[in-house]
């Protein structure tokens, strides 16, 4: 049975504090994605990575960067967290242009 | 700007019909569509892909059209049951990454 999977399912965390959400397949899949899902506003992509080491901005990466040092785990950082990046955070794989098999995704809480 | 509109935040049907669902999308020409289901505290889940060059996919109780020319699809579930309640979000191709509408929440009543 495939499977993503992330570190936690839910996190709070302070305002200013540095945060690492893990992202992990099984499936060897090249592609890897980020998400956060906001309601009424869907999922935003906010960065991809196509292979070990390679990312690409999506289309809201400002406060976030990314770090893929293996091919099975994709990271996304929080450099200094704030109150309207709370949300829920969403990681995805997927081999090609086919489906993307998505995680459970993390709600993150900053106070 | 690149733009993908599904019809509704909520759509309320009766069990045993039809619920039809619709994306649309502006300044984008993807190469295929995918849709997907998600259910409240999870994941979305793949359920079709359909591309450009087919006008129509089946699976089961679902159905997804692509229409290029009105850059729409619709997305139909046959025979609907309280089961099929979820939100449903259809996402276009970008050549390597998706793009994800905002999704419609259906309720199928008993």
């Known amino acids: 049975d495939v499977k993503v999977t992330q570190s936690s399912r839910y996190l709070v965390k302070r305002t200013g504090e540095k945060v690492f959400l893990e992202c992990v397949q099984d499936?060897?899949?090249?592609?890897m994605f980020w998400y956060r899902q906001d309601p009424g506003l869907g999922l935003r992509l906010i960065y991809f990575?196509?292979?070990?080491?390679?990312?690409e901005k999506g289309d809201i990466p400002e406060g976030y960067s990314v770090s893929r040092e293996k091919k099975e785990r994709f990271s996304l950082i929080l450099e200094s967290a704030s109150t309207n990046q709370t949300s829920m955070y969403l990681c995805?794989?997927?081999?090609?242009?086919?489906?993307?098999?998505f995680g459970p995704g993390t709600r993150l809480t900053v106070l | 700007s690149q733009k993908i509109e599904q019809n509704s935040e909520a759509l309320n049907i009766q069990e045993g019909k039809t619920a039809t669902l619709t994306c649309n999308y502006t300044?984008?020409?993807?190469?295929?569509l995918q849709w997907y289901r998600q259910d409240p505290g999870r994941g979305p889940v793949f359920l079709l892909l359909?591309?450009?060059?087919?006008k129509e996919k089946r699976k089961e109780r679902l159905k997804v059209t692509f229409d290029t020319t009105l850059k729409q699809s619709l997305f139909h579930i046959t025979a609907s049951q309280p089961a099929d309640s979820a939100t449903y979000l259809c996402?276009?191709?970008?050549?390597?990454?998706?793009?994800f509408g905002a999704g419609t929440r259906l309720t199928v009543k008993p």
């Open positions: 995805a794989s997927s081999y090609g242009g086919n489906e993307q098999f």
């Open positions: 499936m060897d899949h090249e592609n």
């Open positions: 990575s196509y292979d070990v080491k390679m990312k």
């Open positions: 300044n984008y020409s993807p190469a295929y």
């Open positions: 359909i591309r450009e060059n087919e």
């Open positions: 996402a276009l191709d970008r050549g390597g990454d998706m793009r």
